[in-house]
C-alpha cells in the first residue's frame, strides 16, 4: 500500500474474526445481523493508532497505507473486496460485461448519496478518475488507471483527458472501456484510486480534501468529522450510506501517536481497542512474549519490505555495488532478532502467496562470498582501487523504531562485511516520501502491500523510470516489453511466466533489495467482532462491532 505505496506499510492478512454475512444477489458486503440482531449497552465506539499523519485524504492523490486505512472506512467505490477477498457490487448494484472483456457497463445504486446529501453520479467517478489522470495533479497513482484505454497517454501528456474511456452514459450509467482484458479489472475497482470524487464540491473547493467539514464528502460507511492534524482524526457512522444498516459501530476514533510503546501502553490501558498491524505498530522486542502468551494475532500479508536505490546516484548507479550491497544483508537475522513478526526473508520481489518459489528467492540470503565478487567487480568498473574511495552512503528512513533498528542492524552489516561507510538519515513520513518521490536519496527505505491480488502489482512499479513510485529511476527495455506484452497475453500459464521472466530481469539489476516478506501482528479487544482485514494488508471496519 504505497498499494497499496505503502508506509509501506508501509503499509501490509485476513484476520481471523470475520462477522459479515451476505445478503441478496448483489450485495455481498451486506450484514443485517452482524451482532446476532441483539442490541448491546456496550458503546459502539472504537479507538485505534494511525501512527502519522496521512500523507493525503483525497483519492486521487493517497499513496501509502495510513491514508489507505482512513478511506477505506469512509469512501467506496463501484465494488468492495468481501470477506472472502472478492469483489462484490458497492457503488454499482449491477455490472455488465462485453463479450471481449474489454468494456464494463456499471449501473450506479439509486440510494447511493454523499455525506451531504447529495446522489453519487457516473459523473463523479468520471470527474475522480481523469482528475488523477491529469498530469498537471502529480498522482502518484494515476498508474493505476492505465488499465482504462487512453488513460497513459493521457497522464503522460500524449493524449487527451477527453479520448479517456471512462463515460457517463446517464447520471446512474458508467460505460468504462479497457486497452485489453484485464481479469483482475473488479478488484482494481474497490481501490481506492478507483473512488469517486463529488464533483460538485470538488470543482468549488480545489482544497476540499485538506481539512474536515462541509467540504470533505465521503460515499463510504463512515464521514469524518473531525481532523486534528497531526493529531487525531474521528470518523462517524454516516447514515446516508446505502448499507447503514450493516454499520454498527457509531464512531472511531484514529490517534496518530508515532511511538509503539506508548500505543502498547494505551491499549493495556483501555485507551485503544486495536494495537498494531495494519493501523499502527507493535514495539518489537515485545513479539515473542505476546505470542507466546497467546495475545498476538500473526497472519502473513501479499507485503514486501525493501530498500530502493536511487539507481542515478553514484556509486549506486553500478549494478554490482547494488548487488553486493544486496547480497550482504542477513535477512534471517532481521527477522528472528528485530521484526520478530514471523516474516519471511525476502530474496525476490513478488511475495511467496502470488509465486510459491518466492519462499526461496533468486539468491542465498546473507552471501558474503558472493557480495565481495559484485563489490570488486563494481569497484573495477567505476574505477576505484579499493571500498575505501566509495563515498559514503546514506540510508535513509521514515521515523519508526522498528525501521531505525533495521537500519542500523544493515549498517553495521555492510560495514563489517564489505567495509563500506553508511550513514542513517531519518524524517518525519511527509517529508520521507517527499524525499524518494524527488530522488533526494541514495537508499531508502519503503515496503509495498499489494493493490490487488496479481504478481505484476510489484512488478509495475518498476515498469516506468517516471512512474508514480518508481523511486528508483531504474527502466529496463526487456522487463517493460515484457510487462506490457503480459497484459495482453490471455494464456495465464503464458502470462504467468512472463512475470516471472520480467522478475529475474528486476532481481538480476536490482534497482531494489528485497528484505522481508509482510506479516500483520496486532492486538484486539476479545469484544471486538468483524473487522475485516485483508490478504492485502488493508483493513474494513464497515462490519465490525464490540460486544
Same mark, same amino acid.
Given at each position: 500500500?504505497? #498499494?497499496?505505496?505503502s508506509?509501506?506499510?508501509?503499509? $501490509? ?6 462477522? @459479515? /454475512?451476505?445478503? *441478496? +444477489? ?21 479507538r ?32 468492495r ?7 462484490q ?16 457497463t ?22 475522480a ?6 498530469? #498537471? ?7 493505476? $488507471?492505465?488499465?482504462i484505454?487512453?488513460?497513459? @497517454? /493521457?497522464?503522460? *501528456? +500524449? ?83 446505502w ?14 501517536i508515532?511511538?509503539p ?28 512474549q505476546? +505470542? ?7 497472519k ?10 536511487q ?15 544486496a ?45 565481495k ?11 576505484l ?35 563500506i ?53 531504474w527502466?529496463?527495455?526487456q522487463?517493460k ?11 495465464p ?20 533489495a ?6 500483520n ?7 471486538l ?19
Amino acid at each position: 500500500m504505497k #498499494k497499496r505505496l505503502s508506509i509501506f506499510f508501509s503499509m $501490509l492478512l485476513v484476520l481471523s474474526m470475520f462477522l @459479515a /454475512a451476505c445478503g *441478496g +444477489k448483489n450485495n455481498a458486503d451486506s450484514d443485517k445481523g452482524g451482532d446476532g440482531g441483539k442490541k448491546s449497552d456496550v458503546p459502539q465506539e472504537l479507538r485505534v493508532n494511525i501512527k502519522t499523519e496521512p500523507f493525503s485524504l483525497n483519492p486521487g492523490l493517497a499513496n501509502d497505507s495510513v491514508s489507505a486505512n482512513v478511506l477505506y472506512q469512509t469512501f467506496e467505490g463501484l465494488t468492495r473486496i468481501d470477506k472472502n477477498g472478492e469483489p462484490q457490487p458497492a457503488m454499482a448494484e449491477k455490472i455488465t460485461k462485453s463479450d471481449d472483456l474489454t468494456k464494463y457497463t456499471f449501473k450506479i445504486r439509486k440510494d447511493a448519496k454523499w455525506t451531504n446529501g447529495d446522489p453519487v453520479t457516473a459523473q463523479d467517478f468520471v470527474y475522480a478518475w481523469k482528475w488523477a489522470l491529469d498530469p #498537471k495533479n502529480k498522482s502518484q497513482y494515476a498508474y493505476q $488507471l492505465y488499465y482504462i484505454k487512453g488513460a497513459q @497517454a /493521457a497522464n503522460e *501528456g +500524449k493524449g487527451s483527458l477527453d479520448d479517456v474511456g471512462v463515460k457517463a452514459i446517464d447520471d446512474k450509467t458508467l460505460e468504462v472501456t479497457l486497452e485489453n482484458p484485464t481479469p483482475y479489472f473488479l478488484e482494481l475497482t474497490a481501490f481506492y484510486t478507483y473512488f469517486p470524487v463529488n464533483s460538485k464540491i470538488a470543482q468549488k473547493n480545489p482544497k476540499w480534501y485538506t481539512d474536515a467539514g462541509a467540504n470533505y464528502t465521503s460515499n463510504g460507511p463512515f464521514k469524518m468529522v473531525q481532523w486534528s492534524h497531526s493529531d487525531k482524526i474521528v470518523l462517524e457512522k454516516n447514515e446516508n450510506y446505502w448499507d447503514a444498516d450493516a454499520v454498527k459501530l457509531k464512531k472511531v476514533e484514529m490517534y496518530m501517536i508515532n511511538d509503539p510503546n506508548t500505543e502498547l501502553s494505551m491499549f493495556d490501558n483501555g485507551e485503544l481497542d486495536w494495537a498494531g498491524k495494519p493501523f499502527g505498530e507493535l514495539p518489537t522486542d515485545v513479539l515473542p512474549q505476546l +505470542k507466546d502468551e497467546g495475545k498476538l494475532h500473526v497472519k502473513p500479508i501479499a507485503g514486501t519490505y525493501w530498500y530502493k536505490f536511487q539507481t542515478e546516484k553514484p556509486p549506486l548507479n553500478n549494478k554490482n555495488i547494488r548487488k553486493a550491497l544486496a547480497y550482504a544483508i542477513n535477512r534471517k537475522a532481521i527477522v528472528e532478532n528485530i521484526s520478530q513478526g514471523g516474516e519471511i526473508p525476502a530474496m525476490a520481489a513478488v511475495p511467496p502467496s502470488m509465486f510459491k518459489e518466492n519462499e526461496k528467492g533468486y539468491f542465498k540470503d546473507h552471501d558474503v562470498k558472493k557480495a565481495k565478487e559484485f563489490l570488486a567487480k563494481g569497484l573495477k568498473e567505476l574505477g576505484l582501487k579499493d571500498v575505501s574511495q566509495l563515498p559514503t552512503i546514506t540510508l535513509s528512513y521514515n521515523t519508526d523504531e522498528g525501521h531505525q533498528k533495521i537500519a542500523q542492524a544493515v549498517q553495521d552489516m555492510w560495514k563489517k562485511d564489505l567495509g563500506i561507510n553508511v550513514k542513517l538519515d531519518n524524517s518525519e513520513w511527509n517529508v520521507y516520501i517527499d524525499k524518494l518521490h524527488s530522488g533526494d536519496y541514495m537508499i531508502g527505505r519503503m515496503g509495498w502491500l499489494g493493490d490487488f491480488n496479481d504478481p505484476i502489482n510489484f512488478l509495475e512499479l518498476y515498469r516506468d523510470k517516471n512512474g508514480g513510485n518508481n523511486d528508483t529511476r531504474w527502466e529496463n527495455p526487456q522487463f517493460k516489453k515484457l510487462l506490457i506484452d503480459s497484459q495482453k497475453e490471455s494464456d495465464p500459464e503464458k502470462r504467468t511466466q512472463m512475470l516471472k521472466d520480467a522478475e529475474k530481469i528486476f532481481i538480476e539489476d536490482m534497482p531494489v533489495a528485497p528484505i522481508y516478506f509482510y506479516t500483520n501482528t496486532w492486538l484486539q479487544k476479545d469484544n471486538l467482532k468483524g473487522a475485516v482485514v485483508s490478504g492485502l494488508g488493508d483493513v474494513q471496519l464497515k462490519w465490525a462491532y464490540l460486544e
